[in-house]
């Protein structure tokens, strides 16, 4: 069972930065396009960021773009999402996720695969 586990988060002031991780147990890490979305409180989950199996080419978000960046390390199994220039706006659960059916996709539904969550708070 592939198994996604996030770590890091925490909180930090506006305009600081902050890294979470995920290790993923289980399956062939280099067979998974890794995604990593967020969810703030009383909305709705939204893509952050997506890199492909061999850490070629990542994607962002236009609200992340130029302050987030995504990278993996396949042979710890990880992926590390550094986060720049923080936001309160930022502030919500950040999920790791994993999926097999493309390079690289933004959509939730192609991901089979989730960890916990972990909660970024950016204070103004």
């Known amino acids: 069972q592939v198994q996604p586990a996030e770590s890091g988060g925490g909180l930090v002031q506006a305009g600081g930065s902050l890294s979470v991780s995920c290790t993923v147990s289980g399956g062939t890490f280099t067979a998974y396009g890794m995604g990593w979305f967020r969810q703030a409180l009383g909305k709705e989950r939204e893509f952050v960021a997506a890199?492909?199996?061999?850490?070629?080419?990542?994607y962002y978000s236009d609200s992340v773009k130029g302050r987030f960046t995504l990278s993996r390390d396949n042979a710890k199994y990880t992926v590390h999402l550094q986060m720049n220039s923080l936001k309160p706006e930022d502030t919500a659960v950040y999920y790791c996720?994993?999926?097999?059916?493309?390079?690289?996709?933004?959509?939730?539904?192609?991901?089979?695969?989730w960890g916990q969550g972990t909660q970024v708070t950016v204070s103004s």
């Open positions: 996720a994993a999926q097999w059916r493309r390079a690289l996709s933004t959509l939730e539904k192609d991901y089979d695969y």
């Open positions: 890199i492909t199996p061999n850490g070629g080419y990542a």
